[in-house]
């Protein structure tokens, strides 16, 4: 249900009652919101905040409920009315059904004078679907049949409930097969063993560490080894003490290797002859850390001693991406304002994504001044520190972000760029602190923000109602987005000088490729208004050269008139050159046949434009008389249209087609003269 659907749930039992019983209009809520703040601000001080953005918050509310209000209120009558009628059949036979006809009123039942327990039920299947189609909390339900002396049949709603929370748990369990995991049996079997949890103390650093193997888990059981037989099932791998970062908070677990030492003696057979496992990818379950992955070569069992090797790149482009990801966070409310809480994140060696509160898309500028305040911070080379601290303590921190309504632990850790830790809890209310990044955390991060090396914003999208996304880059790939966003930019300053006729083309292959390459957000948004400036040119010059065009065609089709008046030629066939344009060619035949209303025209237009698909237009027109005499456009144009490779056809009186063969242009108009003649003269 989500963060605010209790709130959500209050706004609309007061919007459906101020449609339904007031007649109220969509907004009347968030009207209210400045009387509420001038009778009540002065004790809820943090309503005067920022009265403007509650009311646009609950007006969005009312507008997106009002959007279904309507159709719900419709369905729930119909389900009242299916109630009513199936409690009158249950009881028609019975005593009750007597007093049951004595209330009836025009063919219905006011069941609010009804005064037995038993009363119609409105079954819990309807109040589901009014649930979930029409975003009607069960309790707004509850109400409006209680308004209607009747009851909800809330044993079936919640069946109906569940059945959809499995439904959805069994999606996300789809997504999350093929995972191995530590169920709390396994945990179990593991506390009785006697095998402690994991020490992840070291996972701060990727320092290679001596580590002993607890335990080997299959995925259903505990083995004793495991060796390289080509199998490729992941089993998982518990140490007494591990420098492998497992997935937590938002941040993905470590990939690395276990090497068995050559020494060890394991307590089942020698090992000397050693053995490797591949970790791809470490989780924590209930204090134990299991490193999953694959015996890379030879064997690793129960008591081996190993040396535990973190993959530091890979660590490095998750530590950039997570300190990038605070700097991001205090990016969002320096910008955005107060109210931008985390509402989810994920940090992997890719790209980073965090999830925030915000009502509608981020501005184009907002989002070009927070990665420029992201970068800036990568510049000045900041310290990142992190410490323990006293968890009441800590949480008077001025400008401090956590996420709201999670768990820390009692000391919690603080991390903190740009200032130490002890300076924060030696003088939490300082205003200075509201310009760095401080966050409950518990992930890895660089050492400085110069480690981040770059940053850029790629994405910004909704995910649910108040939620945004956004996605970024830093380290390498980060600065490949901005030179590829460089390439593309100066293609776009090229482009600028190309001819007009050129320009088109070239915006359209611009477009595919932004569309298609991985570069900053605001970057995208700046070349897009650079190019639709471009392209509003080309549409201006394509627009006189039609004109232009246009002018040349009449002109062209008066001088084939006057020829044609002067002759007295009862079949005019010609080539009007105006390319692809069938408006031209058409407009050039209505000129020609207005100025020779007694010929039969045919008009020819040769385009050559793209050499790889060249074609030819052809129009005739044909007046009453020739069409009398026997000739008709249709047959006339598919004659010409054959000598090109093409087809073509229409009414007597006007016709059009065309083929692709240019060459045989000048036959196809002797055939078409020849063929015309010679029907008008049988």
């Known amino acids: 249900e989500g963060r605010g659907y209790v709130l959500r749930r209050i706004l609309r039992r007061a919007v459906r009652y101020g449609h339904q019983m007031l007649g109220a209009k969509t907004g009347f809520l968030s009207r209210l919101v400045a009387v509420v703040v001038s009778t009540m601000g002065e004790f809820f001080p943090e309503l005067k905040k920022d009265p403007r953005r509650v009311a646009q918050v609950i007006l969005e509310e009312e507008e997106s409920f009002g959007k279904t209000l309507d159709r719900g209120i419709r369905l729930f009558d119909e389900a009242a009315g299916r109630a009513g009628a199936a409690f009158v059949r249950a009881i028609d036979a019975t005593p009750l059904g007597a007093e049951a006809a004595k209330l009836a009123h025009t063919g219905t039942i006011d069941w609010r004078r009804w005064n037995h327990p038993r009363r119609p039920v409105i079954s819990g299947e309807d109040a589901f679907q009014l649930y979930d189609t029409y975003g009607f909390p069960v309790d707004l339900t509850n109400l409006m049949a209680s308004e209607r002396g009747m009851d909800v049949n809330m044993p079936a709603f919640e069946r109906c409930m569940e059945e959809a929370r499995e439904k959805s748990r069994a ?7 093929g995972r191995l995991t530590l169920d709390a049996e396994a945990i179990a079997r593991l506390k009785a063993l006697r095998i402690n949890p994991t020490d992840d103390s ?3 650093h990727a320092r290679d560490i001596r580590a002993s193997v607890k335990a080997i888990w299959n995925g259903s059981n505990f083995d004793e080894h495991a060796e390289s037989s080509g199998k490729i099932d992941l089993i998982g791998v518990i140490l007494d003490k591990t420098n492998h970062y497992p997935e937590m908070g938002g941040q993905v677990g470590d990939h690395g290797r276990l090497l068995v030492t050559r020494e060890t003696r394991s307590s089942v057979s020698d090992s000397a002859h050693g053995g490797e496992f591949v970790v791809e990818d470490t989780l924590a379950f209930g204090g134990y850390v299991l490193h999953v992955g694959r015996v890379h070569r030879g064997e690793i069992r129960v008591g081996d001693d190993v040396t535990a090797h973190v993959a530091g790149a890979r660590r490095k ?5 997570h300190t990038a990801t605070h700097l991001l966070n205090w990016g969002l409310r320096d910008v955005l304002g107060e109210h931008v809480e985390q509402k989810g994140s994920l940090v992997d060696d890719q790209r980073l994504r965090f999830d925030f509160s915000n009502n509608g898309p981020v501005e184009p500028a907002h989002l070009a001044s927070i990665e420029s305040k992201v970068r800036e911070k990568i510049d000045e080379d900041l310290t990142v520190y992190a410490d323990l601290a006293p968890l009441e303590q800590a949480k008077q921190i001025h400008a401090l972000r956590a996420v709201f309504g999670e768990a820390y632990p009692d000391p919690v850790r603080v991390v903190s760029i740009g200032q130490p830790v ?13 310009d760095i990044s401080v966050e409950f955390c518990g992930g890895t991060h660089v050492a400085t923000t110069r480690d981040i090396a770059s940053f850029a914003l790629i994405s910004e999208t909704g995910i649910a109602k108040g939620v945004r996304r956004v996605e970024a880059l830093s380290g390498v790939a980060a600065v490949a987005a901005i030179r590829a966003a460089d390439a593309l930019s100066e293609r776009v300053r090229a482009a600028a000088a190309l001819p007009d006729d050129r320009l088109a083309e070239e915006i359209a292959d611009i477009n595919g490729q932004i569309e298609q390459m991985t570069i900053p957000l605001p970057r995208k948004n700046d070349l897009k208004e650079r190019l639709a400036t471009l392209l509003e040119r080309a549409k201006g010059a394509a627009k006189a050269a039609a004109k232009a065009k246009a002018a040349e065609a009449q ?9 044609a008046a002067t002759s007295l030629d009862r079949v005019v066939v010609a080539v009007l050159d105006v390319g692809a344009d069938r408006n031209a060619l058409q407009a050039g035949l209505q000129t020609v046949r207005d100025r020779v209303p007694a010929a039969a025209v045919m008009l020819f237009s040769p385009d050559e434009l793209d050499p790889a698909s060249p074609k030819v237009s052809i129009v005739a027109g044909v007046p009453r008389g020739a069409i009398d005499a026997g000739l008709k456009a249709g047959d006339w144009v598919r004659e010409a249209a054959g000598v090109v490779g093409g087809k073509g056809g229409g009414k007597p009186d006007a016709a059009q087609g065309g083929g692709t063969d240019v060459a045989k242009m000048r036959e196809a108009i002797a055939h078409a003269r020849t063929w015309a003649m010679r029907v008008l003269t049988k």
């Open 171 to 177: 999606g996300s369990s789809a997504k999350e097969s």
């Open 202 to 204: 070291h996972k701060f």
């Open 555 to 563: 002109q062209q089709a008066r001088q084939i008139a006057e020829s």
């Open 422 to 434: 002890p300076d924060l809890l030696a003088n939490p209310a300082n205003g200075a602190w509201r």
């Open 317 to 321: 482009s998750v530590q950039a991406n």
